[in-house]
T-cell receptor, first 115, second 111 residues
Framework: DADVTQTPRNRITKTGKRIMLECSQT?????MYWYRQDPGLGLRLIYY???????NKGEISDGYSVSRQAQAKFSLSLESAIPNQTALYFC??????????????FGPGTRLLVL | QKEVEQNSGPLSVPEGAIASLNCTYS??????FFWYRQYSGKSPELIMS????GDKEDGRFTAQLNKASQYVSLLIRDSQPSDSATYLC???????????FGRGTSLIVHP
């Protein structure tokens, strides 16, 4: 079974709709991240969380919000989706308590299309 | 702002050749350096990490780090068509251990 899962894997929505992307992990990692990837722009950090009570904005947080419901769950919400939020979204985890503490483990991604 | 620069490519090499991928970074205090491979439509996966100057070898892959010149490179020996992918360079600095990713270099290995 996958260690980091994302739901849904694909989503089409309309401008103005609220949507939620969910991420779950069974790796036992404290740190979780949300990235978006656009062609030619690489991975850009939206939000990150170091534990359940710690939420931080990343490089491009405007228009997004997150919730860390538990150590294993980190959700990303688009309160009012707009077309330029069309992208591939990745959740990732990392574990500060190991020798490979900075390695990021990515979920399979959610492909979002906002019409 | 911390920047990580990569040539977007595509870099095209024949099967069996050495592929050389390069990355430069702006923050002189950067501490850790990573190469991720991403197949089309898939998620990135770590292939190499390097923390000190010099070379680090793992199978057909060699990472090279030069902190004085602020660059890190990835060499792939005996390139195979299955190596065709986008390679992302990532760099961390400071105490947060959050990586900054480059935009990636597309590698095409042709038979």
């Amino acid at each position: 079974d996958a260690d980091v899962t994302q739901t849904p894997r694909n989503r089409i929505t309309k401008t103005g709709k609220r949507i939620m992307l969910e991420c779950s992990q069974t790796k036992g990692h404290d740190r979780m991240y949300w990235y978006r990837q656009d062609p030619g722009l690489g991975l850009r950090l939206i939000y990150y969380s170091f534990d359940v009570k710690d939420i931080n904005k990343g490089e491009i947080s405007d228009g997004y919000s997150v919730s860390r419901q538990a150590q294993a769950k980190f959700s990303l919400s688009l309160e009012s989706a707009i077309p330029n939020q069309t992208a591939l979204y990745f959740c990732a985890t990392s574990d500060l308590g190991t020798s490979s503490m900075e390695t990021q483990y990515f979920g399979p991604g959610t492909r979002l299309l906002v019409l | 702002q911390k920047e990580v620069e990569q040539n977007s490519g595509p870099l095209s090499v024949p099967e069996g050749a050495i592929a050389s991928l390069n990355c430069t970074y702006s923050d002189r205090g950067s501490q850790s350096f990573f190469w991720y491979r991403q197949y089309s439509g898939k998620s990135p996966e770590l292939i190499m990490s390097i923390y000190s100057n010099g070379d680090k070898e793992d199978g057909r892959f060699t990472a090279q780090l030069n902190k004085a010149s602020q660059y890190v490179s990835l060499l792939i020996r005996d390139s195979q068509p299955s190596d065709s992918a986008t390679y992302l360079c990532a760099v961390t600095s400071g105490g947060s251990y959050i990586p900054t990713f480059g935009r990636g270099t597309s590698l095409i290995v042709h038979p």
